[in-house]
């Protein structure tokens, strides 16, 4: 049984950093890469970052140069380090598994099937 535990998130003031953490059960780093997601208000559900067990990384545009994502393996667990925080970054953040898939850059977080997906975690920038 999968789950993807997150932790991390919170209330800031716009320039401040939160991390976000995600630990994984029932999983392997080696099976499958991981992501973040997030849903403003209004708004879809979008991919934010990604890292594969060779540490390959994406990052969506409006998080370049801000946000880092990292992993350790040993204890299933990736981050997400948020810098210089926005009030454009307030969101529902999800962890997500995409078990060998490629991630969308959209998705129906938390329920779009094939991937599995944390409860998320709310980040409030003001």
């Known amino acids: 049984h999968v789950q993807l535990v997150e932790s991390g998130g919170g209330s800031v003031r716009a320039g401040g950093s939160l991390r976000l953490s995600c630990t994984a059960s029932g999983l392997t780093f080696a099976e499958s890469g991981m992501g973040w997601y997030r849903r403003a208000p209004g708004d879809e559900c979008r991919l934010v970052s990604t890292?594969?067990?060779?540490?390959?990384?994406y990052y969506a545009d409006s998080v370049k140069g801000r946000f880092t994502i990292s992993q350790d393996i040993a204890k299933k667990t990736v981050y997400l380090q948020m810098n210089n925080l926005k009030p454009d970054d307030t969101a529902e953040y999800y962890c997500a598994a995409d078990m060998g898939r490629v991630f969308p850059l959209v998705a129906s977080c938390s329920t779009q099937g094939g991937y599995y997906w944390g409860q998320g975690t709310q980040v409030t920038v003001s």
């Open positions: 890292i594969k067990l060779d540490d390959t990384k």
